[in-house]
């Protein structure tokens, strides 16, 4: 049987981890980002899409491509979560599972990033457990395409 694809999609300044911030990100980079889901995928038996992007418009475009191609999105929307209806709209109208992760737990930092319009969409968000929460998405992901089954 075709294992069923997942796209993990990553938006702006997610490529300066390690450099961006440590003491609140961490010292990983997006390429020990990517290592953790591929691990976790071949774990779970998925395929995944793995990609980052600065360009909001960009995001919206490969949000839109998983229409008929993917089976969920797991996205850490980074800022454009905080400010991006357009992504919002491109989630509403892909019809796909989607879970949010953040590295960092948006609650406990500044009051403008307590508020995401993609939770909005999302089947279930994951913050503050650092790129491990891209680990759990991915589990969570895998469970709710088996149970769509
Ligand atoms: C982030 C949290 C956002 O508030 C921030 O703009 C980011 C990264 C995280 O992974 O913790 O760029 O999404």
Same mark, same amino acid.
């Given at each position: 049987?075709?294992?069923?694809?997942?796209?993990?999609?990553?938006?702006?300044?997610?490529?300066?981890?390690?450099?961006?911030?440590?003491?609140?990100?961490? +010292?990983?980079? /997006?390429?020990?980002?990517?290592?953790?889901?591929?691990?976790?995928?071949?774990?779970?038996?998925?395929?995944?899409?793995?990609?980052?992007?600065?360009? @909001?418009?960009?995001?919206?475009?490969?949000?839109?491509?998983?229409?008929?191609?993917?089976?969920?999105?797991?996205?850490?929307?980074?800022?454009?979560?905080?400010?991006?209806?357009?992504?919002?709209?491109?989630? +509403?109208?892909?019809? /796909?599972?989607?879970? @949010?992760?953040?590295?960092?737990?948006?609650?406990?930092?500044?009051?403008?990033?307590? +508020?995401?319009?993609?939770?909005?969409?999302?089947?279930?968000?994951?913050?503050?457990?650092?790129?491990?929460?891209?680990? +759990?998405?991915?589990?969570?992901?895998?469970?709710?395409?088996?149970?769509?089954?």
């Amino acid at each position: 049987m075709k294992r069923p694809l997942i796209a993990v999609l990553n938006g702006p300044n997610l490529n300066m981890l390690g450099l961006r911030q440590p003491e609140i990100y961490g +010292h990983a980079t /997006l390429d020990d980002v990517e290592q953790v889901c591929i691990q976790a995928a071949e774990r779970l038996d998925v395929a995944i899409d793995f990609r980052q992007t600065n360009g @909001e418009g960009e995001l919206v475009s490969w949000v839109q491509e998983c229409r008929g191609r993917a089976s969920g999105i797991v996205i850490n929307p980074a800022a454009y979560g905080h400010t991006s209806i357009a992504l919002l709209d491109a989630l +509403h109208a892909v019809d /796909l599972p989607i879970i @949010e992760v953040h590295i960092s737990n948006i609650h406990r930092r500044e009051p403008f990033r307590h +508020h995401t319009y993609v939770s909005q969409v999302a089947s279930g968000v994951i913050c503050g457990l650092g790129i491990r929460g891209y680990a +759990h998405a991915l589990q969570a992901m895998a469970d709710i395409i088996e149970d769509e089954g």
